[in-house]
Nanobody, 124 residues
Framework: QVQLRESGGGLVPAGGSLKLSCAAS????????MGWFRQAPGKEREFVAG????????YYASSVKGRFTISRDIAKNTMSLQMNSLKPEDTAVYYC?????????????????WGQGTQVTVSN
C-alpha cells in the first residue's frame, strides 16, 4: 500500500503561481505512474497531469498545458506540480494519485492510491 500526502495549497491572486508537493511512503516500489487530479465544488474529479515514475514522461490536460509542470524526485519519493498563470477556474481541491501500472491515464478509478487533497483558491 502506498500512502500519499499533499502540501502547498493556498490562496493566490489570478496570474499568480503556486507549487504543490506530494510525498509518497509505504510500498513506493509498486508505483509506476503518478498523477494530479482536481475537484471543484459540484463538479467531477478531473485529470490535471500525469507522470511516468521511472521514465519521467508526462501528459497534461489541455486546460493546464503550458501553465502547469509536473515533476518527480525518485530519490525523495516526491512529486510536484508547479502552477503558473493561475486562473479562478483553477480553484479546486487538488489530489495526488498513484497507480501500479505504467501508463498515464486520465480516469480517476484507474488509480490505486490517493492523498487527502489540498485546497487551491485563485481569487479574481
Amino acid at each position: 500500500q502506498v500512502q500519499l500526502r499533499e502540501s502547498g495549497g493556498g490562496l493566490v491572486p489570478a496570474g499568480g503561481s503556486l507549487k504543490l508537493s506530494c510525498a509518497a511512503s509505504g510500498r513506493t516500489s509498486s508505483m509506476k505512474t503518478m498523477g494530479w487530479f482536481r475537484q471543484a465544488p459540484g463538479k467531477e474529479r478531473e485529470f490535471v497531469a500525469g507522470i511516468s515514475w521511472s521514465g519521467g514522461g508526462t501528459y497534461y490536460a489541455s486546460s493546464v498545458k503550458g501553465r502547469f509542470t509536473i515533476s518527480r524526485d525518485i530519490a525523495k519519493n516526491t512529486m510536484s506540480l508547479q502552477m503558473n498563470s493561475l486562473k479562478p477556474e483553477d480553484t479546486a481541491v487538488y489530489y495526488c494519485a498513484a497507480r501500479r501500472t505504467g501508463d498515464i491515464v486520465v480516469v480517476a478509478p484507474a488509480y490505486n492510491s490517493w492523498g487527502q487533497g489540498t485546497q487551491v483558491t485563485v481569487s479574481n
